[in-house]
């Protein structure tokens, strides 16, 4: 039997019992409102990675209807420059990050300890603390929930990718044919709609863990108060003499690893390109002079944009049902 296939069926049955497990594993009903504890950050202990796949193909299962239905052909862009980018034949693709996939395991091969070995770990978005993702979209269709989830809203973002050029990691992967862009300006607007990791932010919600977290065989993730994942990581990296990435780059994010080796020799080893981020040293873009001026023009117009997208969206759907009558 194909292993692919009979590991999709298991994580099927996997996931339909994660209601009572993933709340029991985690009480995050309170968290998830934004209340009392604040932001919540994973951990992502690199030594427990087996590199199995499981999480990859979980979180393609829970968000597949999140994913973009495109309409073909797609509009004729002008200025010519702006290209199609179309993945809707290329949704098995696992070994990077796109617009069906968001999340992928990566691997460096280095030396542990003087013996050469292959460690994986899982990559998506960073979900950052101040993230200029959303602090930047002119459309206002990135935003940070109160729990520290950055999630792009694909029913108002119109694909222009200022979200990917922004990121330090540059995550957000474009879908064209699909969004706003195809009722208001087709042939001159952003060309589609920006997808990356939501950190199951509608399961949190109901109390339930991450996909990629509750299906893990060897529990490599962990969820919690930023604050109690931050101290488990440094006493995680004083056991091991290891290393901390993400409590501090780009002014801090809400996914920390922790490695046995120098993330500087993870970044080296590691194959990067479009979809696949490095492990650079990043500094915070936000506290840059530039970027908070444009972040604060950028807001009250952003404000109203996305309010005009939900109206224009409602209205739509309005038109929809009355049409179907």
Known sequence: MDHKISRRGFLKGSLAAVGAAGAAALPLPSVARGEAQGELATLIDIRKCIGCE???????EVNEHKFPRPKKPFPTMYPSRVKVSDWSDKQDVTDRLTPY????????TVKVKGEEETLTFPRRCMHCQNPPCADLCPWGAARKLKNGIT?????I??????CRAVCPWHIPQRQTGVGLYLD???SLAGNGVMYKCDRCYDRIE???????IDVCPEKVQKIGPRAQ????????????????YGEKENG???????????????????EKGPGKPGLDPVKNSMAHADNLAKAMVIAPVAGVAAAVGKFYKTMKGISGEEAGK
Not at 54 to 60: H, L, R, S
Not at 157 to 162: A, I, P
Not at 229 to 241: F, L, M, P, T
């Open 54 to 60: 499981a999480c990859v193909e979980a979180c393609k």
């Open 101 to 108: 996939n968001w999340l992928f395991i990566q691997e460096a």
């Open 151 to 155: 999630r792009i809203d694909s029913d």
């Open 157 to 162: 973002c119109l694909g222009g990718s200022k």
């Open 184 to 186: 208001l300006l087709p």
């Open 206 to 212: 109901k109390g339930a863990l991450p996909a990629c």
């Open 229 to 244: 994942i931050v101290r488990e990581a440094h006493e995680i990296a004083k056991q091991i003499n290891g290393y901390i």
């Open 252 to 270: 801090g994010t809400n996914t920390i690893y922790v490695s046995p080796v120098p993330f500087e020799e993870l970044n080296r080893a590691v």
